[in-house]
């Protein structure tokens, strides 16, 4: 067994395009090991990965205590505080609890038309001109659509919401930003809480009925509810329910056209939807990390975890695990058994799960039936945005054919069962959703 080297050379270029050639790397030397610089354990099995995920000795909490957080970045940290992703029971529960009726499975299929409107509109408008930015003109402003609709965020609103989001996932996403960038990032959550609050307790525009807004507003009425608790986690909604589908369309689009025996044969089956989303996430994860602290001193394969100290948990190199995938970089939509941990296992299972597998769905089926030739464009390789835990690309440029003067440009993408993506969590149930966080001067993790 060799000494791995740092995680952190994962935020290097060139390590980005061969990150798990890279996990393997650290893997095979050691699946659980201490590193130095980042002062942290690196856990990359599948098995010590999701076993430590749902481990109620390593804790979820962020920032307990605020006053050891740098000054500029104490504002956003007070609010993260307060949501559901950086909570333990009994906490967790009662915040997921809030809102968990708006992402069922079933209450998702009432978005559907919704999504195949807008994904229609994005295509229609791209087809004739032979080239897109999968990232800028598709992967980013749908998510951020869908989840707006969900909230019910008038549509003249929308675009300071994104401008906010950005710093905020930036900052939430990377450990080494400079105090100007967190000092951003802290003021445009301040302001997208004072837009929720107003969105919330406004009397001039009442909610559209069966949105999450209504939800949430029907319990920011009950004088036992803390608004300031539904106000932080609307923001980590809205957040999480499109920076990281942003990254799986993304992701997900870049993978078939390297793969285009893959790409063909979802052409031809379309059965294989459901699989394919769910392989696409274990190939190529939006969210690589989860950050857990140590309660108390424990046992974490075979290794002694003292009290205080922090645990990062691979989940994309536990999702190329050869133990549980074998041939795991290897695209198989046809691969048997093994539960991925894209997003999470555990009481923190990613909430927007059904949302997100059904918009990557129709994006991707979309994409191979209505851009004949589609192909990546250019000839400089894809960039990665730099960040331990976000995995997403900064653009993808392709290209295609045109339609034809007498092509049906009006040929939608082709219709899916309804309940393809519905079940439980050994079901096709991984998803994108889950933003992740760093504590005080570590690196950031879920």
């Known amino acids: 067994m060799g000494t ?74 007070r609010v993260l505080s307060r949501q559901m992703l950086y909570s333990d029971a009994p906490d967790h529960a009662r915040l997921r609890a809030l809102i968990s009726k708006a992402f ?8 559907r038309a919704r999504i195949f409107e807008a994904v229609d509109r994005i295509i229609t408008h791209a087809a004739p001109t032979g080239r897109m930015d999968i990232v800028a003109d598709l992967a980013r402003p749908l998510p951020l659509t869908i989840i707006c609709d969900l909230l019910d965020v008038p549509a003249q609103d929308r675009p300071a919401l994104a401008s906010w989001s950005e710093p905020i996932a930036e900052a939430i996403g990377n450990s080494r930003l400079d105090a100007d960038r967190n000092r951003e990032a802290s003021q445009s959550m301040t302001d997208m809480l004072a837009y929720f609050r107003e969105l919330l307790t406004g009397r001039d525009n009442p909610p559209a009925l069966h949105t999450l807004r209504a939800l949430v507003t029907a319990q920011a009425e ?23 589908t942003t990254h799986f369309i993304g992701n997900a689009t870049l993978a078939l056209l390297r793969h285009p025996d893959a790409a063909d044969q979802l ?8 699989a394919a989303v769910e392989e696409l996430l274990r190939y190529d994860a939006p969210v690589q990390l989860m950050l857990r602290t140590a309660r108390h001193d424990l046992d974490l394969a075979g290794r002694t975890v003292a009290e205080g100290q922090t645990v990062l948990l691979v989940g994309g190199a536990a999702n190329r695990d050869p133990a549980v995938f074998p041939d795991p970089h290897a695209l198989d939509f046809e691969r048997p058994g093994g539960r991925h941990m894209a997003f999470g296992h555990g009481p923190h299972f990613c909430l927007g799960a059904a949302l997100a597998r059904l918009e990557g769905a129709i994006v991707l089926d979309a994409l191979l039936t209505r851009l004949p030739g589609l192909r990546l464009d250019g000839t400089e390789p894809p960039q990665w945005q730099r960040s331990l835990n976000f995995r997403g690309l900064t653009r993808l440029d392709v290209a295609f054919t045109p339609p034809s003067d007498d092509h049906d440009h009006d040929s939608g993408p082709r219709a899916m069962p309804t309940d393809a993506f519905e079940g439980g969590p050994g079901r096709a149930t991984h998803a994108v959703g889950c933003p992740v966080s760093r504590g005080p001067g570590g690196v950031a993790g879920a």
Not at 17 to 39: G, I, K, N, P, Q
Not at 104 to 111: G, H, S
Not at 222 to 244: P, S, W, Y
């Open 4 to 77: 791995p080297t740092s995680l952190l050379r994962a935020f290097r270029p060139q390590v980005q395009e061969r990150l798990y050639d890279f996990y393997e790397e650290l893997r095979s030397a050691d699946d659980v090991f201490w590193d130095r610089t980042l002062r942290a354990w690196i856990v990359t099995g599948h098995a010590a990965v999701s076993k430590a995920a749902g481990d109620p000795g390593l804790s979820s909490v962020r920032y307990s205590d605020i006053e050891t957080v740098p000054e500029e970045l104490r504002p956003l940290a």
């Open 222 to 244: 009950n004088a036992e509810q803390d608004l300031d608790e539904l106000l932080a986690n609307c923001a980590l909604l809205l957040i999480a329910g499109h920076e990281t």
């Open 104 to 111: 069922t499975p079933r209450a998702v299929q009432t978005l």
């Open 267 to 274: 052409r031809r089956r379309p059965d294989l939807m459901p």
